[in-house]
């Protein structure tokens, strides 16, 4: 998406999600969109070509932050996208995301940020290709680094899903948790990372990958999916 399309979506009201197919932050929002029964704009924005289209200008005036998730809702624009599913938890409360119990919140909570603020960052595009650029990482080490982190935060899930004795993070139904975790079991696995570790994690996405919310916001069925 150039600058004139992305000024051009900004001015729609629709509700609109700016992303990138193989992004795991954005890949957590559509699938709570989904879940919860959105219907949304998918546009997409390049991270790599033309030097990384989050960086335009038009792209910076929507979000400074220079990163996607972007969601625009009439005139809000969240960025992040943990805060883009407890704003959609909030404005769209039904179905919901997140357990009724407080302390089954904070245990949900507590899984979804380990992923997304302690392991994904680590092995998120703009990481790798500093330490692939400036720091000159050869491809073997870049390897080695994802594998570890990722397995390193696997572990830690693996061993909070023991609270959930096999079942979903609502019961029958995923929520807030799978959004998260299942992109980042994508993530494993495109990295080629040995999964046999962690049943639970299998057994939570196994239960997952079928249901239309998860397969309509796969990577590979994105429109900019390459």
Avoid at 95 to 108: H, S
Avoid at 109 to 126: E, F, G, K, Q, V
């Amino acid at each position: 998406m150039n600058d004139t399309e992305i000024q051009a979506a900004s001015s729609s009201p629709t509700l609109k999600l700016y992303g990138y197919w193989r992004s795991s932050a954005a890949y957590r929002v559509r699938i709570a969109l989904n879940l919860k029964g959105l219907a949304f704009e998918n546009l997409p924005v390049h991270l790599v070509k033309d030097g990384g289209q989050q960086h335009s200008v038009v792209y910076k005036t929507l979000n400074p932050q220079e990163l996607v998730p972007l969601l625009i809702d009439g005139q809000e624009r969240i960025s992040q996208s943990l805060a883009i599913l407890e704003y959609l938890e909030e404005v769209f409360p039904l179905p919901a995301l997140l357990p009724d119990d407080p302390a089954d919140r904070a245990r949900v909570r507590s899984l979804a940020m380990h992923i997304a603020c302690d392991l994904h960052p680590l092995n998120n595009l703009r990481v790798l290709q500093y330490l692939s650029g400036p720091l000159g990482v050869e491809d073997e080490a870049k390897q080695q680094w994802i594998q570890h982190w990722i397995a390193t935060g696997l572990t830690g899930v693996e061993q909070g899903l023991a609270a959930f004795d096999g079942k979903l993070s609502l019961g029958r139904r995923p929520g807030y948790l799978e959004a998260c975790l299942i992109p980042q079991v994508y993530n494993a696995r495109r990295f080629s990372c040995d999964l046999s570790a962690y049943p639970r994690i299998l057994q939570m996405t196994e239960q997952c990958e079928t249901l239309d919310a998860f397969a309509k916001a796969a990577p590979e069925v994105q429109p900019d999916a390459q």
